[in-house]
């Protein structure tokens, strides 16, 4: 290059142009060399990926720009945009993730930069309990437009097959909540309300468990009494001649229980085990024989005619004959009562015959076939008996059970109609 000036210039005058083009040079270098040290040595952590960066940004803020780094609200970063960079620092930056919750049926849009749901739980002040379902674990790593749902679990109460208890869950119908709990229905079970209704808190489940049995029971059958005329006994005398057998009765029953108890009983078939035998009696029909007696009073013959038989009384004449009046303690029956046949001890059909005026009677203190008459009830016939009657004690039959229980026991009068 001299050469060239110096063919060009004269010798002094190239040397000139040279020394000023060199110093040009120098202090063009010596301004980048300048440039380049006086720039800040600085390290940038990007979401975890470090960058080392040289750079004249007065503040972190100015840094950032430069690396076309926008800054949110909900980003994380380790120094104030405002702080004045030095060589050496370290800039931490963390780029904020959305995260959409669902809370029972709820969504709200969250932002962070935490790095796991439990963290993330903690951050937002959010708390679930064990009984509550979270699509996600605690340790599932968040996500950029992470979808998280929670279905909070609320209190059922149940009542079943009469049993009540409180169940948490978080079902959404009925029939979700049977199934979750693994509680099976029968086919003749009854629910209330239906699987397809969504369940709440407000609403209890109702369930009857309903069950069919077969129930079989032996029932006896009482006798009935047949009465037969017999002229080789006295009148008003009975006998027995041959002694009456209850019979049996299977009777097959379809039960309905509800939570264990009986609501209902059907017939569904009936068999005859053994038949009843009749007790038969015999009621004398033999009129007593007559005999005369002669009694002498004062040089006066009185001739009266007396039955000849053990029991013989005298005959008065009609003049002199009396009603033989009873004091006895009455009660009522009908013929509807359980393991009653209707049939009396002489034979007459009560139930065939609901107006019959019978009372039952001890034909030691009334014989059966007496004619009577008794106070508050009329006349009767004495033609039945009873267990309970002894002595001086009747049973009156009414066609009505209402009547028999509104009688109550009574002291009437009897009279003896021959």
Avoid at 176 to 184: P, S, V
Avoid at 339 to 356: E, F, M, R, V, Y
Avoid at 371 to 380: I, K, P, S, T
Wanted: net charge negative.
């Amino acid at each position: 290059m001299k050469k060239i000036f110096s063919k060009l210039l004269p010798a002094s005058k190239a040397t000139m142009v040279l020394t000023i083009i060199s110093s040009v040079v120098l202090f063009a270098l010596l301004g980048v060399i300048t440039h380049e040290a006086t720039k800040a040595e600085v390290i940038v952590n990007n979401n975890g990926e470090p960058t080392q960066v040289r750079t004249h940004a007065n503040t972190v803020g100015e840094l950032l720009q430069t690396l076309d780094i926008d800054i949110s609200e909900y980003d994380e970063l380790s120094h104030p945009e405002s702080t004045a960079l030095a060589d050496g620092m370290e800039v931490d930056y963390q780029t904020a993730q959305p995260v959409q919750v669902v809370i029972d049926g709820e969504q709200k849009e969250y932002y962070t930069t935490t790095e796991t749901v439990g963290e993330f739980f903690n951050e937002q002040n959010l708390s679930f309990k064990d009984r509550d379902e979270v699509s996600h674990k605690q340790d599932a790593p968040i996500q950029a437009n992470m979808n998280i749902e929670v279905d909070k679990a609320f209190p059922v109460t149940i009542h079943d097959g009469g049993k009540k208890k409180k169940v948490w869950t978080t079902a959404s119908t009925v029939g979700d909540f049977l199934e979750d709990q693994k509680i099976e229905l029968g086919k003749l079970d009854e629910l209330k309300p239906k699987k397809s209704k969504q369940l709440n808190g407000e609403t209890p489940i109702h369930i009857t468990r309903v069950e069919k049995v077969t129930d079989v029971v032996e029932e006896e059958i009482d006798f009935s009494v047949v009465t037969k005329q017999d002229s080789s006994l006295l009148k008003g005398k009975r006998k027995v001649v041959s002694d009456g057998e209850k019979g049996l009765v299977t009777k097959k029953y379809e039960v309905t229980l509800k939570n264990g108890e009986e609501v209902n009983r059907k017939l569904i078939k009936e068999e005859n085990k053994k038949d009843s035998k009749n007790k038969i009696v015999a009621i004398g029909t033999k009129q007593p024989e007559k005999q005369t007696v002669t009694t002498v009073s004062n040089n006066t013959s009185k001739t009266e005619s007396s039955s000849n038989d053990s029991d013989s009384t005298v005959s008065r004449s009609s003049s002199e004959s009396e009603v033989k009046t009873l004091q006895m303690s009455a009660t009522a029956y009908t013929a509807s009562c359980s393991g009653c046949s209707g049939i009396t001890a002489t034979g007459i059909n009560l139930k065939a015959n609901p107006d019959a005026k019978v009372i039952a009677v001890d034909p030691s203190v009334i014989p059966l076939g007496t004619r009577v008459w008794v106070e508050g009830y009329g006349n009767a016939i004495a033609g039945d008996t009873g267990g309970a009657i002894n002595g001086n004690k009747i049973d009156l039959f009414m066609s009505s059970k209402s009547d028999a229980l509104s009688f109550g026991r009574k002291t009437v009068q009897v009279k003896i109609l021959e």
